[in-house]
């Protein structure tokens, strides 16, 4: 069982930054591929980033390749969301996923979720 808990959202301007945060409590955090999601009011959850254990491989969607960036350190079970150059369409709240290795672009590849974090980005 691994539990997940995001913070670091909030209210930002066009062109702002954010950091997300994610806590995992799972034993063995490093068998584990992590990703965001988001989820817009209306819309489906969708993909964000994803960031593998080996070598810290990472996958973006298309729409924020280039401004946000996914980490994690292994070490304090940590998994972190750059979020640069931020526009009003990035407005959702972002959640935080884990699935065993390897890493996968679906949400429902992945089994475990937090409850998720609001950005909200005003023009």
């Known amino acids: 069982q691994v539990q997940l808990v995001e913070s670091g959202g909030g209210l930002v301007q066009t062109g702002g930054s954010l950091r997300l945060s994610c806590a995992a409590s799972a034993r063995t955090f490093t068998r584990y591929a992590m990703a965001w999601f988001r989820q817009a009011p209306g819309k489906e959850r969708e993909f964000v980033a994803a960031i593998s254990s080996t070598f810290g491989s990472s996958r973006y969607a298309d729409s924020v390749k280039g401004r946000f960036t996914i980490s994690r350190e292994n070490a304090k079970n940590m998994v972190f969301l750059q979020m640069d150059s931020l526009k009003p369409e990035d407005t959702a709240v972002y959640y935080c996923?884990?699935?065993?290795?390897?890493?996968?672009?679906?949400?429902?590849?992945?089994?475990?979720w937090g409850q998720g974090t609001q950005v909200t980005v005003s023009s």
């Open positions: 996923a884990a699935r065993p290795l390897p890493v996968d672009l679906m949400t429902y590849a992945y089994d475990y």
